[in-house]
């Protein structure tokens, strides 16, 4: 099968060239990159000096959606399969791309993500984090799989997910309009649509984030209103309950290694994220000057509010 890779940038540094190295050193054959870049001026020739097949397309910071922006790269893709990174997630060796294609052997499958792997940096609780997400063990969710899993079912992460593109085609592709969430808002129609989306625990990058509770709190406003935005994905299907299964695994884990003064942070930045959910869930209930306060994405409200105009 054939692959396009789609990597959106904004500022890009060290972990964007590393990842562009590495995809030069990938074991199984890439068609094309695309790169949707927003902002020239933050934009270096040499990031893809001596690369073949690159394609980088700049946009402005106003034109930059999460949905449409990838939306417009696959437009641009004519292979079998599109893989998309964000900028700052780097393999973790050279077969990621063919730990992912390997998923679509089954032709069920209609995306795959890969494992993400802890930073150096990296604190311990988001360490713990990252190894509850992302396990050891590959796994394909189905339909079958919501009255177990829940929420989980529809979760993929486009910091490094392929998608099989006759399936996206058909089913209209990623939202042109949206938050946050494009993956598993995509992830959620393949599998409503009987396809399956598979773990590929072998395709492993390095990535993680150290977020302030701040952070937490605004970036879990973001998720749940993309996910009261959608309720024919999300509706009815139980989310909340995989965040405190996460915060007593997560306790009894630092109780395990001894870390137990630790456990008032994580009461505390669970507290931020809950109260973010909760918010965001209810965000068309709050004014706006509030919105823009507990917002990661200011410009996607502010595009709202001229398309409302209109």
């Not at 969710?141 to 997910?161: E, P, Q, Y």
């Not at 309720?231 to 139980?238: A, K, L, M, Q, S």
């Amino acid at each position: 099968m054939t692959v396009t890779v789609i990597i959106p940038t904004y500022r890009p540094g060290e972990k964007f060239r590393r990842l562009m190295e590495s995809l030069k050193e990938q074991t199984y054959p890439i068609e094309k990159i695309i790169v949707m870049n927003t902002e020239k001026k933050f934009w270096k020739e040499d990031w893809t000096a001596g690369m073949e097949h690159v394609e980088v397309r700049h946009i402005s910071k106003e034109e930059f959606d999460h949905g449409r922006t990838r939306k417009e790269a696959v437009a641009m893709a004519d292979t079998d399969l599109f893989v998309c990174f964000t900028q700052d997630a780097v393999p973790a060796d050279d077969r990621v791309v063919e730990m992912l294609v390997k998923a679509f052997d089954d032709p069920g499958t209609a995306a795959a993500y890969g494992r993400q792997l802890p930073d150096r940096d990296c604190k311990l609780i988001e360490r713990y984090t990252r190894s509850f997400n992302y396990p050891e063990r590959s796994c394909v969710k189905t339909k079958k799989d919501l009255k177990r899993l829940g929420i989980k079912t529809f979760f993929c992460s486009n910091v490094c997910a392929a998608y099989r593109k006759s399936v996206y085609d058909s089913l209209g592709g990623f939202i042109s309009h949206t938050i946050f969430n494009e993956d598993m808002i995509m992830a959620g129609t393949m599998i409503k649509a009987g396809y399956g989306v598979a773990y590929a625990a072998e395709a492993k990058v390095v990535h993680s984030h150290n977020y302030t509770c701040i952070q937490q709190f605004r970036r879990n406003f973001d998720l749940a209103v993309s996910q009261a935005d959608h309720p024919e994905i999300f509706g009815g299907i139980p989310s909340e309950s995989e965040g405190i299964r996460l915060v007593k695994s997560t306790a009894r884990y630092l109780v395990k290694e001894g870390k137990v003064w630790l456990i008032p942070y994580l009461v505390i930045s669970s507290g931020f994220k809950f109260l973010g959910y909760r918010a965001g869930r209810a965000y068309q209930k709050l004014p706006r000057f509030l919105i823009k306060k507990f917002t990661m994405s200011p410009s996607y409200w502010k595009f709202d509010q001229e398309q409302r105009k209109k």
